[in-house]
């Protein structure tokens, strides 16, 4: 069994700066696929970035340049800065495990984090 918590999410003008964090237990971190993904209401979750067991990284589009992943295997916590904020980044943001497959879909992930809402102002 995996925990996942969340933590940093906030309310934030546009163009201010985020931190999330995601502190892990029960497994063996550093072998793992960890993501952040994020679900604004009436969407679907979608990916937001990726970062591997070789600390290799993916992004989605719409954040390359401006978010960026990395982790800490002596803490078991995996991170989100996120700057240049806009109003479109406003969503519940979780973060995961990956069990298989590919990295962006929500489906090949077995463990999950609650949630951290992030609110961006216009």
């Known amino acids: 069994q995996v925990q996942l918590v969340e933590s940093g999410g906030g309310l934030v003008q546009g163009g201010g700066s985020l931190r999330l964090s995601c502190a892990a237990a029960?497994?063996?971190?550093?072998?793992?696929?960890m993501s952040w993904f994020r679900q604004a209401p009436g969407k679907e979750r979608e990916f937001v970035a990726a970062?591997?067991?070789?600390?290799?990284?993916d992004y989605a589009d719409s954040v390359k340049g401006r978010f960026t992943i990395s982790r800490d295997n002596v803490k078991n916590t995996v991170y989100l800065q996120m700057n240049s904020l806009k109003p479109e980044d406003t969503a519940l943001y979780f973060c995961?495990?990956?069990?298989?497959?590919?990295?962006?879909?929500?489906?090949?992930?077995?463990?999950w984090g609650q949630g951290t809402q992030v609110t961006v102002s216009s």
């Open positions: 995961a495990q990956r069990a298989f497959g590919t990295a962006r879909s929500p489906e090949n992930y077995n463990y």
């Open positions: 029960g497994r063996t971190f550093r072998t793992y696929t």
């Open positions: 970062i591997f067991w070789n600390g290799n990284t």
